[in-house]
T-cell receptor
Framework: AQSVTQPDIHITVSEGASLELRCNYS??????LFWYVQSPGQGLQLLLK??????LVQGIKGFEAEFKRSQSSFNLRKPSVHWSDAAEYFC???????????FGTGTRLKVLA | KAGVTQTPRYLIKTRGQQVTLSCSPI?????VSWYQQTPGQGLQFLFE???????NKGNFPGRFSGRQFSNSRSEMNVSTLELGDSALYLC??????????????FGPGTRLTVL
């Protein structure tokens, strides 16, 4: 069965520090991969997506992610975190033909001033 | 272009009642998906509609149902509410032709509280 794992429930970083959020997936074929961000009381906003091609994907708000097939990973990175990045981040896998996403359990990011 | 809208934003119901939530997708989007978000279970897929047809359904009891209208607007209904149905219900729309490969755009959600 398809699954998505985000091993870190909470991460705390200082403002200006670099960030990496981990995401591992389980799926037999090449998945469609997404990172979303959710601020408190809000819906989900798409940060970036990977469908095919270049394995390093650039997104909004200075985020990027790298697809590594050999490790079944799609980690999200940002070189310098801003206080406004504090939110919950979700990794998701979409599969053609199933018409749904499978979400990870999320990583809550706290940013220290 | 207007985003996905969900109404109402907040609802308080009592056990045993039923509730209907509404979702209006982005203009031109034909797929609407529904998710339940709770602190303990995270984001769980409820169902997906495309051109008024349900294409996939998650592992929820039959008390949860949905439908889609010809203008792509969608409603979901929960009958005989239980305390455990308290959650944020999120609607997402997409162009939908590629199913799970389509980028989904989420609404702000409806916060349902069951007392």
């Amino acid at each position: 069965a398809q699954s998505v794992t985000q091993p870190d429930i909470h991460i705390t970083v200082s403002e200006g520090a670099s960030l990496e959020l981990r995401c591992n997936y389980s799926y037999g074929a090449t998945p469609y991969l997404f990172w979303y961000v959710q601020s408190p009381g809000q819906g989900l906003q798409l940060l970036l997506k990977y469908f095919s091609g270049d394995t390093l994907v650039q997104g909004i708000k200075g985020f990027e992610a790298e697809f590594k097939r050999s490790q079944s990973s799609f980690n999200l990175r940002k070189p310098s975190v801003h206080w406004s990045d504090a939110a919950e981040y979700f990794c998701a896998v979409g599969t053609s033909g199933t018409y749904k996403y499978i979400f990870g359990t999320g990583t809550r990011l706290k940013v220290l001033a | 272009k207007a985003g996905v809208t969900q109404t109402p934003r907040y609802l308080i119901k009592t056990r045993g009642q039923q509730v209907t939530l509404s979702c209006s997708p982005i203009s031109g989007h034909r797929s609407v998906s529904w998710y339940q978000q709770t602190p303990g279970q995270g984001l769980q897929f409820l169902f997906e509609y495309f051109s008024e047809t349900q294409r996939n359904k998650g592992n929820f009891p039959g008390r949860f149902s949905g439908r889609q209208f010809s203008n792509s607007r969608s409603e979901m209904n929960v009958s005989t509410l239980e305390l455990g149905d308290s959650a944020l219900y999120l609607c997402a729309s997409s162009l939908g032709a590629s199913g799970g490969a389509s980028e989904q755009f989420f609404g702000p959600g409806t916060r349902l509280t069951v007392l």
